[in-house]
């Protein structure tokens, strides 16, 4: 259809309408993203259904900016079935940056266009109409694949109910049935294992969780077990727990004991002071570690330091117990040195501060040298004209001068040059 053949209204627009055509030269450009993966296209002209019938409803009460409303009514132009709406709506379809949209969105422009000036009038479906007939990336719900087969079950209940056929309502897809949790086979209307069936009819299959320990059941109580679990026995149609601890050879290494839990087993490693246990504790050792000794049916640790004389030989060394043993250390005031206990040096002759020999008289000095820096810095805010830094900086001067005229300012300057 070229300019001529166009609606009279299409033709007023495309002349004083740029952003019209500067809209449809962006979309061509963008039409370069990347390849869709192939579950995306339906969803996404989904997307783009959802977002016109948002951009109608926010634009439904709008009109044109400006203009001759005169005019307008006279050459039956409306806002409502204008391209200026649908430019306007088109702008808002797509996030920026959106690339696998705005693909979509250049494959769907001209259904899009058709369906505006010629179907949304008429009632005509636009998901029907665009993504379904127009781009052909979807397919009616229940269907799958180029030709929109049925999905196995029938597209009224695609897998029974219990399951997801995939690629229903694309035109991609393979139609079979991913089932959920307790169904399987090949249309989802088979029990797995754990489950059983509760219910059945030509249509629908209702699969219940058997008891926590049966893989097979009658039913969902603790007495209804046909099969158990691993870990579990049967016994009068209940799955009882297998004590693997207490009925086999001891399935842990010589350093761990055997814990049991529902339905397997834990190895859990003894305690420091076994060799070799039963159990969890001090208590249940079969042995006692090197440095402990039993006392009743406890292993308890040696304190060789209370108990042994003259435990640790070295000179100036004394013995400290630790759990399952001893260390030598040196005495207090003392440290290792060359595998000997030697007097600690920083104790002797400690490192002294920086001021720590310093007279009063020398503090003294300190101070007035930092006092001499304030009147230096005042002296050159003085030099600058402020009259309250002058003030402050000749009441200084006044304050060094009457302390260095005084006797003790004698005995601290004569004493500082002579080096006390």
């Known amino acids: 259809m070229n300019s001529a053949q166009l609606p009279a209204q299409r033709r007023y627009l495309f002349a004083t309408c740029p952003v019209a055509v500067l809209s449809v030269a962006v979309l061509l450009l963008i039409s370069v ?69 705005y693909k979509v969105l250049e494959q769907c422009d001209e259904h899009l266009e058709t369906w505006w000036f010629e179907g949304k009038d008429n009632g005509s479906d636009l998901f029907q109409w665009m993504c379904m007939d127009g781009i052909k990336a979807c397919c ?7 030709e929109c087969k049925e999905c196995l079950g029938g597209p009224a209940r695609p897998c029974y109910g219990n399951g997801r056929c995939l690629g ?74 297998i004590d693997e601890c207490e009925t086999g050879p001891a399935p842990c290494s010589p350093d761990q ?12 490693a003894c305690d420091k002071a076994c060799v070799g246990c039963k159990g969890a504790g001090r208590s249940n050792c079969k042995k006692c570690s090197p440095g402990y000794v039993r006392e009743g049916t406890k292993c308890v640790d040696i304190d060789e330091c209370s108990t042994q004389e003259n435990v640790c030989s070295g000179e100036k060394q004394v013995c400290e117990n630790s759990e399952g043993g001893y260390f030598c250390i040196c005495e207090q005031g003392y440290v290792p040195q ?22 009063d008289d020398e503090v003294v000095v300190l101070q007035q040298m930092f006092f001499g820096v304030i009147i230096c810095a005042l002296a050159t805010l003085a ?15 006044a304050a060094m001068g009457g302390y260095w005229m ?3 300012g004698d005995r601290v300057l004569d ?3 002579k080096g006390r």
């Open 140 to 146: 009616p719900n229940g269907t799958f694949g180029p």
């Open 406 to 408: 005084s006797e003790r």
């Open 168 to 241: 229903d309502g694309t035109r991609w897809g393979s139609g079979l049935c991913k089932c959920n949790p307790g169904y399987g086979g090949f249309f989802c209307a088979s029990c797995t294992d754990g489950y059983f069936m509760e219910h059945r009819n030509e249509t629908h299959v209702v699969c219940t969780a058997c008891y926590s320990s049966c893989t097979e059941c009658t039913g969902a109580e603790d007495y209804e077990c046909v099969l158990c679990k691993q870990g579990y026995e049967l016994y009068h149609n209940r799955c009882i727990d």
């Open 33 to 101: 993203a990347p390849v869709l993966p192939k579950e995306e296209p339906c969803q996404l002209c989904k997307h783009l259904v959802k977002m016109v019938m948002k951009g109608l409803e926010k634009t439904s009460k709008k009109n044109f900016d400006g203009g001759n409303p005169a005019w307008e009514k006279d050459k039956r132009l409306t806002y409502k079935n204008s391209e200026t709406r649908l430019v306007e709506i088109t702008e808002t379809l797509c996030e920026k940056g959106d690339f696998e949209c």
């Open 415 to 417: 004493g500082f040059l």
């Open 383 to 397: 030099a600058k004209g402020d009259m309250v830094f002058t003030a402050i900086f000749i009441g200084a001067i």
């Open 338 to 359: 060359d595998g000997k206990c030697v007097e600690d040096q920083t104790l002797v002759n400690p490192d002294k501060g920086l001021f720590d020999d310093i007279t």
């Open 257 to 268: 004991f055997c814990y049991n839990t529902e339905g397997s087993f834990e190895c859990r």
